[in-house]
């Protein structure tokens, strides 16, 4: 009879459930949450999807799952992302997507990308100014220091490789919270961005049209991630691993010589990576890092951040429309963001709505990758000035 006592009592004590605390639950209804808005909104389905179900596994009791339980199945894929791996090869993936000729054919859109940046700046002064004010106001806030600042403040760039980058580096406990909101407001791009634009822009503004950009020849483009890598890699060495996998990939892409390689990168190894890295990025997800008051600042200076990226590049290509007498249309400024290629729909779909002649969407496509390049390389420069 003892002998059952003793089984029984450890059957009960390896049973999840009787370990089950309150924000355990919390965690994984929210989880239940973003699984609900992949599979039924659609929002970000290809990362959401696995980094909700990893944020519920890593809130399961005992089941050793979550990033931090070492020798557990979570804890090796998530050395990935802590010894910098998964980024940088998203980055190959995307410069083997990525068409640079609108860029080449129009480089005064890279100014359009830089008033994306506005976003990332002013978060990052939002989060050190909200920290001194209300560290000593609210119970339990520490404020922020200035490496968990610049984090926050790459969410202004909407590129989910960049933030989870930069963060792995400067702010690991806040990696969940970065990484999540990060997707989300790229997924959420048709719903913030066409007010903004809205808003800012006139009429008139509204329906100009922009001729098609010229072609590029195929020697330029090769030149140009050659070029790009050696510059960059001698001015911000810090951003080499996410600037030269992606000037790699858009090698491969127009070299011509790697068709099939190319053809790899846009499709099952961009998926497979997208795969590790959200089910990896969840399960850092756990109550103790995610529920507490940090976690609230962090998602409205990310909505912050977004926001005025999308504010400055709509101001630039304004500027620019007057500069040009007229050549540009405001529009693309949404684009301003990294949000690939959503943005790009999104000034498409607005453009259209008010002149449903005109086609915006490879005009939109420069800033897009103007802006890549452009918070690739502030994440290089917070890595080597606060890392």
Known sequence: MTQDAGFAQSFLESVGFIELTVPDMIMIMIAFALIWLAVIKKY???????????????????????????????YFLY??????????????C????????????????????????????????GAIFLGGALSGVVPGFP?????????????????????IFITDRLASELLPVIAIAAYSYMSLVPLIQPPIMRVLTTPKERVIVMPPPKAISRQTKIIFPIAMTVG??????????????????????????????ARMLQGDLLYFLTLLIGFSVG???????????RTVFVILLGLFAFSMGTVGGVLVAKLLCKLTNGQINPLIGNAGVSAMPMAARVSQKVG??????????????????SSTIGSALLAGIFIALLG
Not at 79 to 90: F, S
């Open 44 to 74: 970000e389905p290809f990362l959401l999807l696995p980094l909700a179900f990893g944020m519920m596994v890593a809130n399961m009791p005992l089941s050793n799952l979550s990033a931090y339980d070492e020798g557990g199945l979570l």
């Open 79 to 92: 050395q990935g992302i802590a010894m910098g791996i998964y980024p940088p090869m998203i980055f190959l």
């Open 94 to 125: 995307i410069g083997a997507m990525t068409d640079f000729g609108p860029l080449m054919a129009s480089p005064k859109s890279a100014f359009i990308g830089l008033g994306g940046q506005l976003g990332i700046l002013m978060a990052f002064a």
């Open 143 to 163: 404020g922020f220091t200035l490496q968990e600042a610049a984090s926050i403040a790459i969410i202004g760039s909407s590129d989910g490789p960049t933030a």
């Open 232 to 261: 960059i890699l001698l001015i911000v060495p810090a951003a080499g691993p996410l600037m030269s996998m992606l000037m790699l990939g858009n090698l491969i892409r127009e070299s011509g010589a790697t068709d099939r390689v």
């Open 283 to 293: 399960a850092t997800a756990t109550a103790e890092r995610v529920l507490n008051f």
């Open 352 to 369: 259209q709505e008010f002149n449903p002649s005109n086609h915006l969407l490879m005009h939109a496509m420069a800033p897009i990758v």
